[in-house]
């Protein structure tokens, strides 16, 4: 009872979180407040949160970035408990200003818990899961001019959406106004961890660069063959991760520019993306789906 009780008292605060960004909401709009005020309330959320009880073994993981440890142990949780507390840990390290890979598990957890809580608690675990997938794509927009592959964070953008099928679907099939306010509260993510965040080894790796290196650490040794992805013609093969690779970044000077531009394009560019074709049959201006290249 305990549990259910905690898990109908999330699933509220995030829908009452969602419906309070925008109330019928046509576009998605970008914060209202300071960072540091987005920050502040966000972090109230979360403040005193029961936590795991392997708390330390994570942090300690997490701090040494062993990240293959770490996202396996985040993987390998059962009953809905023990997925709760880690909501709270991933949560706790995003407002901390972590990258990708912790906004990855936590989008996951939210989309796994909603699938297995009763609808009227669920629906809000899964809007703030499709919350989570538009800050991924701020993500990987904003801190990709980090890296120096160009190729890698379009390698992390087509793996979130080719990875997610199910997510994509609940959002293409929300109404709109909740799908603009995922895009707002994103954005308000965004701008509450912006000045934690940090270089994002994750984000920058698996593009061009890597798989170069990796093929000239492999010689000549054959390539393992992987099934290839439903409607992929040809055959794919795996590229080992070279020994000790680690993406390069550009300069500050170099993508802080960037950035800060690309930032002012982010409303518009996410209310297109969140924009279905469907809505022009309420009058309302057609743009391609979710998860459209653009």
């Known amino acids: ?11 509220l605060s995030i829908l009452l979180f969602l419906s309070s960004a925008i109330t019928e909401a046509q ?16 972090t109230s959320r979360i403040k005193d949160a029961p936590m795991p009880s392997d708390v330390a073994t994570l942090d300690k993981l997490w701090s040494r970035q062993d990240l293959a440890r770490l996202t396996a142990r985040l ?26 890979i912790i906004v990855y598990a936590y989008m ?10 009763r609808a009227s608690d669920g629906e809000g675990l899964k ?11 701020d993500l990987i927009i904003l801190d990709g001019l980090r890296c120096a592959d160009p190729s890698a964070p379009v390698h992390r953008r087509d793996q979130l959406m ?19 306010s995922m895009g707002t509260i994103s954005l308000a993510f965004e701008a509450a961890t912006a000045p934690l965040r940090h270089n994002d080894e994750v984000l920058c790796s698996g593009g061009l660069s890597q798989i170069s290196a990796g093929l000239k650490a492999q010689g000549d ?52 993306l969140l924009t279905m074709p469907s809505d022009s049959q309420q009058g309302e201006t057609s743009s391609p789906e979710v998860g459209n290249k653009h």
């Open 162 to 180: 080719t990875q997610n099928p199910e997510l994509i679907r609940f959002i293409a099939n929300s109404p709109k106004s909740v799908r603009m």
């Open 27 to 42: 576009a998605v709009e970008n914060p209202r407040l300071t960072s540091a005020q987005v920050h502040e309330i966000l």
């Open 1 to 11: 009872m305990y549990l259910r009780q905690n898990v109908r008292l999330m699933a």
């Open 221 to 272: 040794k054959p390539l393992v063959q992987s099934p290839s992805a439903p409607g992929m013609i040809g055959k794919t093969y795996q590229v080992p991760a070279p020994p000790g690779y680690k993406p390069e970044f550009v300069g500050e000077q170099i993508w802080r520019p960037k950035q800060n531009q690309a930032r002012a394009t982010m409303a518009a560019l996410l209310t297109k």
């Open 127 to 137: 809007q703030a899961a499709g919350m989570m997938l538009a800050y991924g794509i």
């Open 108 to 117: 996951t957890d939210l989309w796994r818990l909603g699938a297995t809580t």
């Open 75 to 100: 993987r390998d949780v059962s009953n809905i408990k023990d997925a709760w507390l880690d909501m709270n840990w991933e949560k706790a390290r995003i407002l901390d200003g972590g990258g990708l």
